[in-house]
C-alpha cells in the first residue's frame, strides 16, 4: 500500500521504500500512525514514499486503535522476512526470543533494521551491528533509550569529537514518578507505587523497573556508545528504590539534596601506561537540589553528559510512551530511507576504540549519606566516628533528630561522608552490625554532584 504519490525522489530513486513492521502495540500502533497520518510530509522528507507494507502481530482477532490498510495484518512473519521487496524491517514487538532471531534473518536477507527494543540491544547489540556492517545494511535504534529524547544520534555522531568524561541519567519513568511523588507528598514507597500502578506507570509486576534492571539496560547502551567500548548490562552494579523511605525523602531535603534512581558512567584515568577504567552504576543517589538532573520530576528522563570539549550537555524529555517513542522510530526510518537514496550504509559504524575495564564497586569512590538508628546514649557518636575513622572514612556532618516515632531509648542518626572508598564503607558497616550501640542501618546513599 502506498501512503501517498509524492514524486520521484530528486537522487531519481524510483518507487517508495517498503516496511515491515514487526508489532502493532503501543509503539507499533504509533509508528502505523504516523507513516499514515504524515505520509505525505515524511515522503518530502524522504523525496518518495514510505509504504507500509506488512504488518506482523500475535493475535489477528485483537481490537486495534489503529487502523491498518485491508490486508497487510499478519500473524506470520515469513510474509516480512522473506518479502524480498521489504527494505526495512521496523522490530516493536520486545523480547529478545524470537525477537532476535527474527532481525538476523533479515538482516542476513539484505534489510535495513529499525528497533525500539532495549533488551535486544543492550544484550546482542554488539552481534546485530556486526552482523549488519558484513551484509552492508544499516540497524537504527534511537528508540531503545529515552523513547523520544534524542541519544543514540548524540552519542554516535554529535559528541564524536569528545573524549567522554562522565554520564549521569535518569532513564527510569516510573521509578521517577514513583521517586517524585515520595519527594513532593511525603509517602512512603508502596503507596507512591499503588499510585503509579493505578495511572499506568507501572506494570502489575514492577520489578523489572524498581530493581533499576531497565536502567542497566538503557545505561549498557549509552555507556558501550559514550566511551566506544563494550559494556554488558550484567556488569553494571545495581540498586533498586524498594529500600527508601519516607524518612530518607525527609533528610535528604534538611540536607539540600534530592533522591532520583541515576544511572552513571564515568571515565578513570589511571597511572602511566595503564588503561582508562569505566565506572558503571546504577542505584538511588542523593543529588544537590541545585543540579540539573535534580528538577528532573514525574516521568520526564534526562542524560546529563560531560565531554572534555564541550562540557556540561542536558538532553531532557519524554523517555517513554506511544508518540515520543515512535517519533524516534520514524527518524531512524526517514535516515535509513535518505541513505538507500544515497547508496550507502553504515555511514556511521559502532566504534569500539577498547576494551575499557569496568572499575569493580569495592573500588569506587563517593561521598555518603548514612541514616542509623542507635542506643540513645553517651559515647555512642564517638563509637561510630571510630568505626568510620578505622576504615579511613572522615565524617562531613552529622544529625541527631528528636523523631516522634522513635523506638523507645533510640535515637536517629543522619550521617554525610566525606569521600570515601566502597570497601571502607561496608567494612564500617560490618562493624556497625557488631556493635550494640547500633540498632539498625536504616538505609545508605551515595550522593553525587554530576
Ligand atoms: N512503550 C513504550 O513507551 C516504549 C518506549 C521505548 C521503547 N519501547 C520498546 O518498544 C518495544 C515495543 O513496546 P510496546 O510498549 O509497544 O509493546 P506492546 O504494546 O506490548 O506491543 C508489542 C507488539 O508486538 C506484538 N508481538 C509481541 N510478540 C510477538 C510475537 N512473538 N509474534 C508476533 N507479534 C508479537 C504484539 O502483538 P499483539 O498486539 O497481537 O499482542 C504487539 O502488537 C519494546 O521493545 C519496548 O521495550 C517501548
Redesign the pocket.
Known sequence: MTITSAPRSSAGHAGSVRIGL?????????VARLLLERGEAIAREVGRPIELRRV?????T?A?DVSVPDGILT?D?ANILDDPEIDIVV?????IH??GDWLRQAIRAGKHVV??????VATEGAELLRLAASHGVDIAYE???G?GIPLIGVFRQDLAANEVQSLHAIINGTTNYILTRMAQDGADYAPALAEAQALGYAESDPTNDVEAIDATYKLAILASLAFRTHVPQPEIYREGITRLRADDFRAAHDLGYVIKLVAMARRHHRGLGEPDAIEVRVHPTLLPRDVLLAGVNGVYNAVHVKGDLVGDVLLYGR????A??SS?VVADIIDIALNLNAGIANRVPFKVAGDLPRLPIAEVETRYYVRLWVADQPGVLAQIAQAFGDHGISIASCIQKETSGAPEGSAELVIVTHLAREAGMRAALDAFARMGAVREVANVLRIEAP
Open positions: 514487526l508489532g502493532l502495540g503501543t509503539v507499533g500502533g504509533g506482523v502481530v500475535r493475535d489477528l485483537k486495534r500473524d512473519p522490530e516493536v514487538m520486545g523480547g524470537p525477537t528497533t525500539a527494543n532495549k533488551d535486544l528508540a531503545s533509550v523513547g523517555g517513554a510512551g506511544s515520543p517513542t524516534a
